[in-house]
């Protein structure tokens, strides 16, 4: 994502599910090429999951943190960008949303609407707990180009 790719300070990310190898990539790229700084807080009964690429995110210096909701999930689908610029939509960070999907997204840089999602997002950040790769039992065998 283009968006991500010009990050210069920060992305912070507030997902429900995360397995998109296109986006990591680009979240990969930002960590090496610029020294961004990653966080992101997941929904914690996905980011169990095997297919969830949380553990390998925290291998390129993501701060993955989960949030575990009494009685529902966490539904998000926010990337914010610089505290800057804010994506959100029904596209969830998925491989079949990337290439099977219908989605919608909506990127935008009205200072007053990306303060609400900065806002938001830092409510579920205190919320979270850190992720913790070996309690879940899931190996580390993937690897983003």
Do not use: C
Request: charged share 25%; hydrophobic share 45%.
């Amino acid at each position: 994502m283009r968006t991500i790719g010009a990050a210069t300070t920060s992305v912070k990310v507030a997902a429900f599910v995360f397995t998109s190898t296109y986006i990591g990539k680009a979240i990969k790229n930002a960590i090496y090429f610029k020294h961004v700084k990653v966080q992101m807080v997941l929904e914690a009964k996905i980011a169990k999951k095997k297919y969830s690429i949380d553990e390998l995110l925290t291998v390129y210096g993501v701060d993955v943190r989960e949030i575990d909701i009494p009685r529902g999930v966490m539904h998000n689908k926010i990337v914010i960008v610089d505290d800057k610029k804010v994506i959100t939509g029904s596209y969830n960070f998925t491989n079949d949303a990337e290439n099977k999907n219908y989605e919608n997204v909506i990127i935008s840089d009205i200072p007053e609407f990306v303060a609400d999602y900065v806002k938001e997002f830092d409510k579920l950040w205190a919320m979270s707990t850190v992720n913790n790769a070996s309690a879940t039992g899931k190996t580390i065998n993937a690897n983003i180009y």
